[in-house]
């Protein structure tokens, strides 16, 4: 793995912790490809879920004590 200079001493200098600031950005690029896949996956359920509420009205609605 290859990091700019400039940016690790920038980082350095202001005492960001370079370990937790990987981990966190490999975890956001990991989640930004597997968001998609996940809804392509699961289309059908997403779907089905999305029929019941508009044939109907979203489940304890009538309990809510604010409504759109």
């Not at 490999?26 to 490809?33: D, T, W, Y």
Request: glycine content about 2%.
């Amino acid at each position: 793995m290859s990091i700019d200079s400039a940016v690790l001493l920038t980082a350095k200098d202001l005492n960001i912790n370079l370990s937790e600031a990987v981990e966190i950005g490999i975890v956001q690029a990991v989640s930004k490809l597997k968001v998609p896949q996940w809804k392509i996956e699961n289309q059908t359920a997403i779907q089905s879920s999305n029929d019941f509420v508009e044939g109907r009205e979203l489940p304890l609605y009538s309990d809510r004590l604010f409504r759109w």
